[in-house]
């Protein structure tokens, strides 16, 4: 889980889906397994990746 309440205010939905669009890496917005649909400003992110999948992810969100 990454928290991102530091760098945006979106909800984790929007947040996701535009860090999936504008920077190729994609993350699961928690809020969706809530019956509230409690937002947190945290994402889940998979890491059952090769490594340079992950690598290069990584890259990807420092230059956010």
Known sequence: MLGYDAISDEPDIEFAKRLTTT????????????SGG????????CFAKKDETLV?????????
Not at 56 to 64: G, K, P, T, V, Y
């Open 56 to 64: 290069e992810a990584a890259e990807r969100l420092c230059r956010i």
């Open 38 to 45: 409690d937002d947190h400003k945290v994402l889940r992110f």
């Open 23 to 34: 920077n190729g890496v994609a993350a699961i917005p928690p809020s969706v397994f809530y």
